[in-house]
């Protein structure tokens, strides 16, 4: 008997057909603080020693040798003269109490200034006559540089009681616990170690009588004075320059006017989280930042009233790493974190230490916000010479932001060690949510003055695997020419910039995919610009 054939319950199985897919590099940079699956793709999960910019992601750049030091004294202040003409000093104090000229490349720097006891705090005051390098340390005597000689300051003062007239036995100030110092208003003001007081001296004046200016009521969480910063704030109408009384607590008292003891005015006090030592706040553009036990709060955001939230610090997208780092037990190195910025290079560096001695330094492009880690440069402070950074180390001073290595010698006799930039780009369905898909090739779009080395891998569905570390980079097969060496028309000339465009086959299955990349290049400025994909998908499961 016929009987009509039955249909198959089973559908035909949709062929997979590969498909092309480009994602733009990294650009916002590192992102520990949202969710996996709905972050940004412009976004990194990871990112080691890349630099993120508006227009692609740059392999760091290296440091080299500027000074080394005798016996291996470690450098834990860089101070900067700045004179009137123009001209600047650098000087790198130790922790052998020493400090040495380290204006110029050298390997023999010279000694000026001995018995430096604690940490040095500077700044650079002018008056009519010249430009004087002030320096106190919690425990010496103040001193100073003059652009020619070292010197002492005598400054005097008396504590009182805080009462009208003062007590009959008044106690003498001792300035050797001076230990920040900070100008304002053409006067010069100083924090006095384990109290709430500040000194103030005469207007244009380095030394003589200071007066005391107490913070103790205006504190509300008690704690002492750990810092003092001036910012100039925008009111609407104008620049309004304050000056910033910092307590170890987190009370912020902002204070204006030109003689404390006619029209000062407290303009506010606010409330943040602890800042982590004496070398946490810096001015950014038009902003104050203050590295705090909960990120890097900006006074800007404070100032217009933000929630406590978190809205009013700039390190939102990587407080987890921030929080895991300013744990009690990684705080016996407190003293090495520091906040910079340097506006040439459009960069705020925050140096940690953790207490197995690993430095990282936590970056983040001032223009774009957007957040990077440096690993490998071993600084305990950092300055600046000509506007350059410059960074302090054991038994060196290194330029940073140089060449391609780190660790090239003052002559460059020997490069250093090629630095390896890592990174894992935000996770993404690629708009087919729930879909298996068949990652094959990947070709991340590169611009380099030389062939970089370069691994690519695709991890899916979370699985949080690193991405494999490259080889030692290989220079292109161009026979580059050298000025005044090679003849005329014998070789190609170098370029700024060649194009890197190679397929890598990464051969992963899964719904959600990840692109990781290592590289390593001997040319700087080795810019990382998009990935190109190919990807086959196939059914919902």
């Not at 800042?275 to 404070?302: C, Q, W």
Request: charged letters at 20%.
């Amino acid at each position: 008997m016929f009987r009509p054939k039955r249909p198959s319950s089973l559908a035909p199985r949709a062929r997979m057909v590969a498909k092309p897919v480009s994602l733009p590099a990294p650009i916002a940079g590192l992102n520990v603080r949202d969710s996996l699956a709905a972050m940004d793709p412009r976004f990194a999960i990871q990112m080691d020693n890349f630099w993120p910019t508006a227009w692609g992601v740059y392999a760091r750049r290296g440091w080299k040798y500027h000074a080394t030091l005798p016996n291996a004294q470690v450098c834990i202040s860089l101070l900067t003269y700045s004179a009137t003409d123009g001209s600047e000093k650098l000087f790198a104090h130790t922790d052998a109490g020493r400090i040495y000229d380290v204006s110029a490349p050298t390997t023999t720097p010279v000694e000026v200034v001995a018995n430096v006891g604690g940490r040095v705090q500077f700044v650079n005051f002018t008056n009519v006559f010249g430009t004087y390098l002030i320096c106190v340390d919690g425990v010496q005597t103040p001193f100073f540089y003059n652009g020619t000689i070292w010197n002492t300051l005598g400054i005097t003062g008396d504590l009182g009681d805080g009462g009208v007239p003062p007590p009959p036995d008044p106690t003498p100030l001792d300035s050797t616990k001076f230990i920040d110092v900070e100008v304002f208003k053409r006067r010069l003001w100083f924090v006095e170690k384990d109290s709430t007081r500040a000194w103030y001296l005469g207007t244009d004046e380095i030394q003589g009588a200071a007066s005391l200016f107490d913070l103790g009521e205006v504190f509300p969480r008690g704690g002492y004075l750990k810092e003092i910063a001036t910012w100039s704030v925008d009111t609407g109408d104008g620049l309004n320059d304050k000056l910033v009384f910092i307590s170890s607590e987190g009370d912020i008292a902002l204070f204006s006017g030109i003689d404390p003891d006619q029209d000062f005015v407290l303009d506010g006090l606010f409330r943040i989280a602890p800042p982590v030592n004496r070398r946490s706040a810096t001015k950014r553009g038009g902003d104050l930042v203050i590295a705090t036990y909960e990120g890097i709060t900006s006074m800007a955001a404070v100032l217009q009233e933000q929630s406590e939230s978190g809205a009013h610090t700039i390190s939102e997208s990587i407080k987890p790493l921030l929080s895991a780092i300013t744990d009690p037990a990684n705080l016996s190195n407190i003293n090495d974190w520091q906040l910079s910025v340097f506006s040439r290079l459009e960069m705020l560096i925050y140096n940690t230490r953790d207490a197995q001695g690993t430095t990282i330094q936590y970056v983040m492009n001032n223009t774009t916000k957007a957040w990077s880690r440096f690993i490998g440069v071993d600084a305990r402070c950092w300055g600046k010479l000509e506007g350059e950074p410059y960074f302090g180390g054991p038994g060196y001073v290194g330029k940073f932001w140089e060449g391609a290595h780190d660790g090239t010698s003052i002559d460059e006799t020997s490069l250093g060690t090629v630095i390896l930039a890592q990174a894992i780009q935000t996770y993404s369905y690629f708009n087919s949510s729930g879909q298996q898909k068949h990652f094959r090739m990947a070709r991340p779009v590169l611009r380099a003055g030389s062939e970089p080395s370069v691994s690519v891998a695709m991890l899916v569905d979370y699985n949080g695997v690193n991405p494999t570390y490259a080889p030692d980079p290989t220079p292109l097969g161009y026979n580059f020419a050298v000025w005044d060496v090679t003849l005329w028309d014998e070789s190609l000339w170098g370029q700024n910039a060649i194009p890197f465009l190679r397929w890598f086959n990464v051969g992963a299955i899964g719904m959600a995919g990840a692109i990781a990349i290592s590289l390593k290049t001997a040319t700087p400025d080795t810019v990382w610009v998009a990935t190109d994909l190919v990807m086959e998908s196939g059914a919902v499961l």
